[in-house]
């Protein structure tokens, strides 16, 4: 990630971003609520990538270098709060479930802007206890640092539909099966197929949000058929992907 530039508080505002459009890295004071109301918003840090469309909220806490990254046209809704509030004690990046209530408490709470009234420190009540109900989704893809599995994992992003097996790739680049596997479970937290698969999930949401039909993302990500990327669509976010 380049250098990152020190940005000490971020309003509480609601404002469009278009299709391709991003933020280079940066880091707040406050801790961030991020809804994208239309398309799917990407942050990304040196620890991974996670992507939220409008059926989620990015949360992002102080002092976390980040960069965002707009697929299709977004509607974004930012919300600041300070260090004393942090209803879900995270100290990391995470992807949350947005109920249509805390949709329209968030799209609501940001219509007021800065302005600091009753009726908004109500409504900032409220919808903090939504966020503290709302649990995590996994839709982190994280980073590799090994350079060996770094190299792995780039030329997955490039082309998600690359269906060579662990062992092949470490031919390539000069690594056994065996060293990738140990490296996936204490670098990436998982296995890599579960890996591969966060990745095609993440790139499907990607091309959703540019409008591909379902065919073609299923094709593009590497599923056989329409209806494997469907079920593993379906068993990860509880939604078609028409749906998204």
């Known amino acids: 990630m380049s250098k990152s530039r020190h ?28 809804y994208a109301a239309t398309g799917v918003l990407a942050v990304r840090t040196d620890a991974g990538r996670w992507l939220a469309p409008a059926t989620k909220a990015l949360w992002v806490p102080a002092g976390v270098t980040h960069e965002h990254r707009a697929y299709g046209r977004i509607e974004l809704h930012l919300i600041g709060l300070p260090l004393t509030q942090n209803p879900l004690g995270l100290d990391h990046p995470a992807v949350l479930a947005v109920g249509p209530l805390l949709r329209e408490l968030i799209i609501g709470y940001t219509a007021y802007g800065d302005r600091d009234t009753p009726e908004r420190r109500r409504l900032l009540t409220v919808l903090l206890d939504q966020l503290r109900q709302s649990p995590q989704e996994p839709i982190r893809l994280p980073a590799a640092r090994d350079p060996r599995l770094a190299a792995v994992c780039a030329r997955l992003d490039a082309d998600p539909a690359d269906g060579r097996t662990l062992g092949e790739f470490g031919v390539e680049f000069g690594a056994s099966e065996r060293t990738l596997s140990r490296l996936c479970r204490a670098e990436l937290g998982m296995s890599f197929p579960q890996w591969r698969t966060q990745l095609r999930l993440q790139h499907a949401l990607i091309l959703l949000a540019e409008d591909l039909p379902v065919t073609t993302v299923a094709h593009r990500c590497g599923w056989a058929t329409p209806s494997a990327f469907i079920d593993v669509f379906r068993r990860a976010f509880g939604r078609t992907p028409g749906r998204v």
């Open 7 to 34: 940005m000490p508080v971020a309003p509480t505002t609601h404002k469009e971003l278009a299709a391709g459009s991003g933020i280079d890295a940066h880091r707040h004071d406050d801790n961030q609520i991020l």
